[in-house]
Nanobody, 124 residues
Framework: QVQLVESGGGLVQAGGSLRLSCAASGRSVSSRAMGWFRQAPGKEREFVAAINWSGRSTDYADSVKGRFTISRDNAKNTVFLQMNSLKPEDTAVFYC?????????????????WGQGTQVTVSS
């Protein structure tokens, strides 16, 4: 079993930055692709970013490309999401997820472990 715990969310003004962390425990996630998803009130969960097992391959939703950066530290079993130039439309609960395979994917159904989420609120 893998447990994922997100942290780093909070309230920030538009244009500000936050860094989310996702700490994995129970088993190593170093061979797994990891992803970040988000869900805004009244909307479906959507893909934000993904990273392959080595960190050499990343993928981003168009809405966050150029503003968000996903990274990982396999020695610490942790994945990060650096979010810059935040906009009010980024307000959502952000979830970390782990996939069984090493290749990154946008499909939420390909992830088998999920964290509880961390709230990000961007004020205008």
């Amino acid at each position: 079993q893998v447990q994922l715990v997100e942290s780093g969310g909070g309230l920030v003004q538009a244009g500000g930055s936050l860094r989310l962390s996702c700490a994995a425990s129970g088993r190593s996630v170093s061979s797994r692709a990891m992803g970040w998803f988000r869900q805004a009130p009244g909307k479906e969960r959507e893909f934000v970013a993904a990273i392959n097992w080595s960190g050499r391959s990343t993928d981003y939703a168009d809405s966050v490309k150029g503003r968000f950066t996903i990274s990982r530290d396999n020695a610490k079993n942790t994945v990060f999401l650096q979010m810059n130039s935040l906009k009010p439309e980024d307000t959502a609960v952000f979830y970390c997820a782990a996939a069984p395979g090493g290749s990154n994917t946008r499909r939420s159904t390909m992830y088998d472990y999920w964290g509880q989420g961390t709230q990000v609120t961007v004020s205008s």
